[in-house]
């Protein structure tokens, strides 16, 4: 396994990957990375999550110990994801409290375009959601989370990844979903991003966001990440930390 180049950093934040690397996550970023896992690679990507949000009705804090993505690759640009975390939702107005296991989803990433010598990688990404959530945290019914995710490889040192994207959730219209992240590499294993993303809720109303975030690979399967976030235009901040892990299919001879 040749070592990772400095450019590693910055390709992970922002989905585009070199083909030496062996790790590229789709956190601590909103944006879905536009890479798969190798075929019969496992990926484990765990983090913690503390938020609060506000609006005229409700102001929640949200902890989410842990939340955590299994991403399998079934065969080259196919892989199979499982999203499973543990939530706790606090009223800041009652201090009612409710814990539990969240909806789980389901879904594939499907990568379309890849190709060496070109600076840009394509991929789609669905998620299904079961409504096996605890109660007080589950949606009741099935939905559905959709992106298209592109990147491209800027300079040596930059590059940038955007998703758009659909998400129902069993009741409205859905809300339409964009990204941005710009990666910069500091060193060869330290690198930042910054993010503006938001969501255009039941087509309706606009909920604009912005977070920020550095990464740091330990080893060239290990990453580590910290995050924070808040709203542009509504009220909602986060803190996150996160470790993830590429445990490789083992070669044989």
Request: proline content about 2%; hydrophobic content about 35%.
């Given at each position: 396994?040749?070592?990772?180049?400095?450019?590693?950093?910055?390709?992970?934040?922002t989905?585009?990957?070199?083909?030496?690397?062996?790790?590229?996550?789709?956190?601590?970023?909103?944006?879905?990375?536009?890479?798969?896992?190798?075929?019969?690679?496992?990926?484990?990507?765990?983090?913690?999550?503390?938020?609060?949000?506000?609006?005229?009705?409700?102001?929640?804090?949200?902890?989410?110990?842990?939340t955590?993505?299994f991403?399998?690759?079934?065969?080259?640009?196919?892989?199979?994801?499982?999203?499973?975390?543990?939530?706790?939702?606090?009223?800041?107005?009652?201090?009612?409290?409710?814990?539990?296991i969240?909806?789980?989803?389901?879904?594939?990433?499907?990568?379309?375009?890849?190709?060496e010598?070109?600076?840009?990688?394509?991929a789609?990404?669905?998620?299904?959601?079961?409504?096996?959530?605890?109660?007080?945290?589950?949606?009741d019914?099935?939905?559905?989370?959709?992106?298209?995710?592109i990147?491209?490889?800027?300079?040596?040192?930059?590059?940038?990844?955007?998703?758009?994207?659909?998400?129902?959730?069993?009741?409205?219209?859905g809300?339409?979903?964009?990204?941005?992240?710009?990666?910069?590499?500091?060193?060869?294993?330290?690198?930042?991003?910054?993010?503006?993303?938001?969501?255009l809720?039941?087509?309706?109303?606009?909920?604009?966001?912005?977070?920020?975030?550095?990464?740091?690979?330990?080893?060239?399967?290990?990453?580590?990440?910290?995050?924070?976030?808040?709203?542009i235009?509504?009220?909602?901040?986060?803190?996150?930390v996160?470790?993830?892990?590429?445990i490789?299919?083992?070669?044989?001879?």
């Open positions: 396994m040749k070592k990772v180049n400095y450019l590693a950093l910055v390709l992970c934040l989905g585009y990957s070199v083909f030496s690397q062996t790790i590229v996550t789709d956190r601590p970023d909103q944006t879905e990375s536009s890479s798969t896992v190798n075929k019969g690679s496992l990926q484990i990507e765990t983090g913690i999550l503390l938020g609060f949000s506000e609006d005229d009705f409700n102001s929640e804090r949200q902890l989410l110990a842990p955590t993505l991403r399998y690759g079934i065969v080259e640009g196919l892989e199979l994801r499982v999203l499973s975390q543990f939530e706790s939702l606090k009223d800041q107005n009652t201090s009612q409290k409710v814990s539990g969240s909806d789980l989803e389901i879904g594939t990433k499907i990568q379309f375009l890849k190709k010598g070109i600076n840009t990688e394509i789609f990404l669905s998620h299904l959601i079961l409504p096996t959530g605890s109660k007080g945290l589950t949606n019914s099935f939905g559905t989370i959709n992106k298209l995710s990147s491209h490889v800027l300079s040596d040192a930059m590059s940038i990844g955007y998703n758009v994207g659909y998400d129902y959730f069993g009741t409205g219209k809300n339409l979903t964009y990204s941005v992240a710009l990666g910069v590499s500091i060193t060869d294993r330290f690198g930042l991003y910054i993010e503006p993303y938001g969501n809720v039941e087509f309706d109303t606009h909920e604009a966001s912005f977070d920020a975030g550095i990464v740091y690979l330990v080893k060239d399967n290990v990453q580590l990440d910290f995050s924070f976030g808040t709203g235009n509504h009220t909602m901040n986060y803190l996150s996160g470790c993830s892990i590429n490789a299919k083992a070669k044989t001879n």
